[in-house]
């Protein structure tokens, strides 16, 4: 951006003089807001010397303002991490029930922990899972993380539970072996009353957005139905006062029933 800057010169008094007393300079460089002292010097002209008076200021357009990006999400007073690997919290077992039919391809589990309240999670967050036992190398197990299925008030509807939806996995590999999946069915095989390791929660890419008209499109082709069991829960099974979802503007696929 240009910057104009003035300079006033005096001369003594004369009608002679052929002299500008004041001129104007367009300068292209950006100049910083800057006011000079005043400056004399004496200068010959058409052969009489005179006295220069100099003072010039520039001036600078102010920068333009940082724009703040709004998050469209529920995100604030999100918690994440509260319980770690190293400090993960003992949840127990409420209820574990399995929620698909006997001729279905597979097993699905939905099961509620009791967290007393110590695990604040949101709708779209997950919990970290630390089966029990070791494993080949003979140490301890790492956790799996896995999508909350209810929403924040629980299926109970007191914040003093999580639950999640839990596929069995079960396949046979290249030699012809069964396998099992470690947390999966260590998850399906837990009794009611039984202790489970968990930590989180984690995850804000999720959250359910701010605005109840935002348009909400659920596919549950990779992430399985347990988040957005999360969400239609709060959508249609509860009652808040300050958010009362649109029905026109939510959709929900998904490739199989489970």
């Known amino acids: 951006m240009a910057a104009a800057v003035t300079a006033a010169v005096s001369f003594p008094s004369s009608k002679s003089s052929s002299l500008p007393s004041r001129t104007s300079i367009i300068s292209p460089d950006r100049i910083t807001l800057k006011k000079v002292p005043l400056y004399y010097r004496d200068a010959s002209a058409s052969g009489r010397v005179v006295s220069i008076r100099a003072q ?5 357009a102010a920068p333009p303002a940082k724009v703040v990006k709004e998050s469209k999400k529920q995100d604030e007073g999100v918690v994440v991490n ?53 494993d080949k190398n003979g140490k301890p ?39 099992k999946g470690v947390c999966s069915n260590f998850l399906c095989d837990l009794k009611p009353g039984s202790e489970v390791t968990v930590t989180g929660p984690v995850g804000k890419e999720m959250l359910m957005p701010k605005d109840p008209n935002a ?22 099974f509860e009652k808040h006062e ?8 939510s959709w929900f696929f998904l490739r199989t029933l489970l």
């Open 56 to 60: 010039v200021t520039t001036t600078e």
């Open 82 to 134: 509260k319980y770690k690997p190293k400090n993960p919290y003992t949840a127990r077992v409420l209820l574990n029930t399995k929620i698909t039919g006997d001729d279905a391809p597979g097993e699905t589990w939905h099961m509620v922990f009791s967290t007393e309240g110590e695990i604040p999670y949101r709708e779209g967050q997950s919990i970290g899972v630390i089966p029990d036992g070791i």
């Open 141 to 179: 197990h790492k956790l799996r993380l896995y999508s909350i299925a209810s929403s924040a008030l629980g299926d109970f509807g007191d914040s003093k539970t999580v639950s999640l939806c839990v596929k069995r996995l079960v396949y046979t590999n290249d030699q012809g072996e069964i396998v």
């Open 215 to 236: 348009t909400i499109v659920m596919l549950a082709t990779g992430t399985g139905i347990a988040p957005f069991r999360s969400f239609l829960w709060k959508m249609f």
């Open 242 to 249: 300050d958010y009362k979802v649109n029905i026109s503007t």
